[in-house]
């Protein structure tokens, strides 16, 4: 059960990256920041407000939100390989405030106090089995939440802005709110699974909640290969890597270079990733976001 709550949860970060990256062009390296404010914020809001901690999830995505917002304000204002950074460097502060604070650990972190894992659920068996259900359920409200907006008016803007920005403002496109509603969806979500990983692991620190390696490059090493701009290929890359893991995790640090060795493989042979290559030679989707058009002849156009 741990090891499919964590493939869930990965997921989840995967097809948010993949929206905000793969749809919309932002390409940020700095989404660690709100997995770690969403964990923090539920340890703080359990431990020193009294929330039940299930009840701090959704709480700490809300927050996330929230913050994301002057956030944006100011990463906005930077383009390309600067966007990427400026996200890093916002991650990197949030790390070194969260560090400094002595009441939540300080740098060595803190766990969770026995006293409210045990108000959870009474047995560890049944205290699992409510962090799994709730984190399945928040992937698939992200899954369906993704699939339905690109499907919408909006999604088809955001499409049109990630094909030709110019030509998408020529249609009367805001191309900066689309992107900033993008942005602070994705945070909020990125922090509530942030906050749904640390009640599963119990224990927090600020080197682990922030990192870039745990909960940034590998999710963009799933996206990459499953596919990029596709709501399959985040499945598709995070099942492989999965499978991956499982087979080579006892190899140490080949493993890693293995997973490199995959990585350029798969770009090489297949720019577009495992199910780019797929969908493009067999024309299949299993998540069709493009909509028909029924003209007066009852043609249909895609």
Do not use: H
């Amino acid at each position: 059960m741990r090891l499919l709550s964590e493939i869930f949860l990965y997921l989840s970060l995967a097809i948010l990256w993949n929206l905000l990256a793969g749809y919309s062009g932002l390409v940020s390296v700095g989404q660690q920041a709100f997995v770690g404010f969403g964990g923090y914020l539920l340890f703080s809001l359990a431990m020193f407000a009294n929330v039940p901690p299930l009840l701090a999830v959704p709480i700490a995505g809300l927050a996330g939100g929230i913050v994301a917002i002057p956030i944006a304000f100011l990463v906005f204002r930077l383009r390309g390989a600067y966007f990427a950074i400026g996200t890093w460097v916002v991650a990197e502060v949030f790390r070194l405030v969260f560090a400094q604070i002595s009441s939540l650990g300080g740098g060595s972190g803190t766990s969770l106090p026995a006293t409210i894992v045990k108000s959870i659920a009474v047995t560890k068996s049944m205290r699992e089995a409510a962090i799994y259900w709730m984190i399945l359920s928040i992937v698939v409200l992200t899954l369906l939440s993704v699939y339905f907006f690109l499907r919408s008016k909006n999604g088809i803007a955001l499409r049109a802005i990630k094909d030709n920005e110019l030509a998408a403002e020529s249609f009367g496109i805001n191309i900066w709110r689309t992107k900033f509603i993008i942005y602070i969806t994705t945070a909020a979500l990125t922090s509530t699974t942030g906050a749904l990983i640390y009640l599963q692991k119990l224990r927090i620190s600020p080197d682990a909640a922030f990192s870039v390696n745990d909960w940034t490059a590998i999710v963009i090493f799933m996206v990459v290969i499953g596919g990029i701009g596709s709501i399959e290929g985040p499945i598709i890359g995070v099942i492989l890597y999965f499978i991956l893991r499982e087979i080579l995790a006892d190899l140490g640090s080949t493993y890693l270079l293995i997973l490199g060795c995959v990585a350029i493989v798969i770009m090489l042979k297949a720019p577009t990733g495992i199910w780019g290559y797929f969908r493009d030679k067999y024309n299949i989707e299993l998540f069709p976001i493009k909509r028909s058009v029924v003209l007066k002849n009852n043609n249909r156009v895609n």
